[in-house]
T-cell receptor
Framework: DAGVIQSPRHEVTEMGQEVTLRCKPISGHNSLFWYRQTMMRGLELLIYFNNNVPIDDSGMPEDRFSAKMPNASFSTLKIQPSEPRDSAVYFC?????????????FGDGTRLSIL | DAKTTQPNSMESNEEEPVHLPCNHSTISGTDYIHWYRQLPSQGPEYVIHGLTSNVNNRMASLAIAEDRKSSTLILHRATLRDAAVYYCILRQSNDYKLSFGAGTTVTVRA
């Protein structure tokens, strides 16, 4: 079975550039999550979509970050303009449904370095 | 959010069992106990979850104390591939969030 697919795996870009991270959730899953992991703050939830609709974006750091889910099989996380403090590993996860008993399945992440 | 407490690190020998403890003294009746692990350079991986009864799957077993204030993840025979950070997480029945703490770093000696 195909898991959650993220691209690119690595991204190195200069400060000020636009960065777009992509995610394909597991087919049939109706919930999608974007997380960010840093040494200082650990794993943090950025945004949660249910049936392609953003439900909770309270974890999005600031207006430079935006996320979309145009259909059930694709989501993007965009940073514009990027800053060095955005350097982190960004994970996408999906689950079959929401609720405390539902496991989330994670992709292998995008390691982002902003110079 | 209900909190969990885990040891920072544990060591094990290959092919021996590993018992990872988790304390959650403020757990509520509707909190599920979830375990995830994260191998180096990979995303978190779901391991197991339970509510009140002990649970087994192909990866591990979850033993839940009768008062639910603690639980133990059991890896029956550790392999080198089991070296990872293990996270114990509580989730309410209507909650979509996973709140990751620092977890327990497990080292497996060959």
């Amino acid at each position: 079975d195909a898991g959650v697919i993220q691209s690119p795996r690595h991204e190195v870009t200069e400060m000020g550039q636009e960065v777009t991270l992509r995610c394909k959730p597991i087919s049939g899953h109706n919930s999608l999550f974007w997380y960010r992991q840093t040494m200082m703050r650990g794993l943090e939830l950025l945004i949660y979509f249910n049936n392609n609709v953003p439900i909770d974006d309270s974890g999005m750091p600031e207006d430079r970050f935006s996320a979309k889910m145009p259909n059930a099989s694709f989501s993007t996380l965009k940073i514009q303009p990027s800053e060095p403090r955005d350097s982190a590993v960004y994970f996408c996860a999906s689950s079959q449904a929401t609720g405390g008993s539902q496991p989330q399945h994670f992709g292998d992440g995008t390691r982002l370095s902003i110079l | 959010d209900a909190k969990t407490t885990q040891p920072n690190s544990m060591e094990s020998n290959e092919e021996e069992p590993v018992h990872l403890p988790c304390n959650h003294s403020t757990i509520s009746g509707t909190d599920y106990i979830h375990w995830y692990r994260q191998l180096p350079s990979q995303g978190p991986e779901y391991v197991i979850h339970g509510l009140t009864s002990n649970v087994n799957n192909r990866m591990a077993s979850l033993a839940i104390a009768e008062d639910r204030k603690s639980s133990t993840l059991i890896l029956h025979r550790a392999t080198l591939r089991d070296a990872a950070v293990y996270y114990c997480i509580l989730r309410q029945s209507n909650d979509y969030k996973l709140s990751f703490g620092a977890g327990t770093t497990v080292t497996v000696r060959a």
